[in-house]
């Protein structure tokens, strides 16, 4: 039997955690006013035509148990390069969506995971596959550049 009544919700952009109605359409969080999917609630997302925020506290849930490949963009506002790619990492996240969930870590305000990736410069990509680092990058790439990477790590 279904469960009812209201469910905790984190928000895929800003990771707040937000108490709704199962099912209940036209949620949106209570911190960024973003729509949230009221859905059955289990895992990590797996589609999303844009990358999802990731935080200290979602890392887990949503990168080491995802059933789908995930691309994790280490990044800070202040950095010039990570600006720089941003673009690209949101075109990989709509061409790739239901294959790949694309992610962005702010190194600044998530220093535990950044330190247990042991980032040491950013920008930084990492593929996990099956919550383990199967391939890492430093540095800008243009998209022809990264979708070959993402290939030759087995993602297509």
């Known amino acids: ?3 009812v009544g209201p469910i905790i919700v984190p928000c895929a952009h800003c990771g707040a955690r937000n108490r709704i109605q199962r099912g209940r359409a036209g949620a949106h969080c209570g911190r960024c006013n973003a729509a949230i999917d009221a859905g059955p609630v289990r895992g990590a997302p797996t589609t999303s035509s844009e990358p999802i925020h990731l935080t200290d506290a979602s890392f887990e ?3 080491l148990h995802s059933k789908l490949p995930v691309l994790v963009d280490v990044w800070a506002p202040w950095c010039g ?3 720089m790619l941003a673009p690209t990492i949101e075109a990989i996240a709509g061409r ?3 294959k790949l969930v694309v992610g962005k870590l702010n190194s600044d305000e998530n220093p535990r995971v950044a330190g247990s990736l042991k980032i040491q410069g950013i ?3 990492l593929l996990f596959k099956e919550g383990k680092v199967v391939a890492r990058q430093s540095g800008v790439m243009g998209l022809e550049q990264l979708e070959g990477w993402l290939r030759g790590a087995g993602v297509s």
């Open 96 to 98: 790739l969506a239901g």
């Open 123 to 125: 920008p930084t990509l």
């Open 81 to 83: 390069p990570c600006r």
């Open 61 to 63: 849930r949503d990168v």
């Open 1 to 3: 039997m279904p469960t």
